[in-house]
């Protein structure tokens, strides 16, 4: 059974960071595209950053220059790198795998507050 599981979130005051990891088991990490997404209250969910499998990565505007993407295939990992945190970034954050077949974590939650 194939599953991503996140963690890393948490509350962190506005400048802060946090990074955030998603394992994943049961899938060729490898040949898949891994990626964040996130979801605030009453919004759609959004693109965060994805990388391929060659390490290519894209990422959304609004994290662009203070989020980093990156992944480590011996361990089944991704992992998001998340500085300079503002209020508007409170969010769940779900990690997302996507090949042939797409598979979603359950999401962590992150909240930015004083």
């Known amino acids: 059974q194939v599953q991503l599981v996140e963690s890393g979130g948490g509350l962190v005051q506005p400048g802060g960071s946090l990074r955030l990891s998603c394992a994943a088991s049961?899938?060729?990490?490898?040949?898949?595209?891994m990626g964040w997404y996130r979801q605030a209250p009453g919004k759609e969910r959004e693109l965060v950053a994805t990388?391929?499998?060659?390490?290519?990565?894209n990422y959304g505007d609004v994290v662009k220059g203070r989020f980093t993407i990156s992944r480590d295939n011996a361990k089944n990992t991704v992992y998001l790198e998340m500085n300079s945190l503002k209020p508007e970034d409170t969010a769940v954050y779900y990690c997302?795998?996507?090949?042939?077949?797409?598979?979603w974590g359950q999401g962590t939650q992150v909240t930015v507050s004083s």
């Open positions: 997302n795998a996507r090949a042939t077949r797409i598979y």
């Open positions: 049961a899938i060729t990490f490898s040949m898949y595209v």
């Open positions: 990388i391929s499998p060659g390490r290519n990565t």
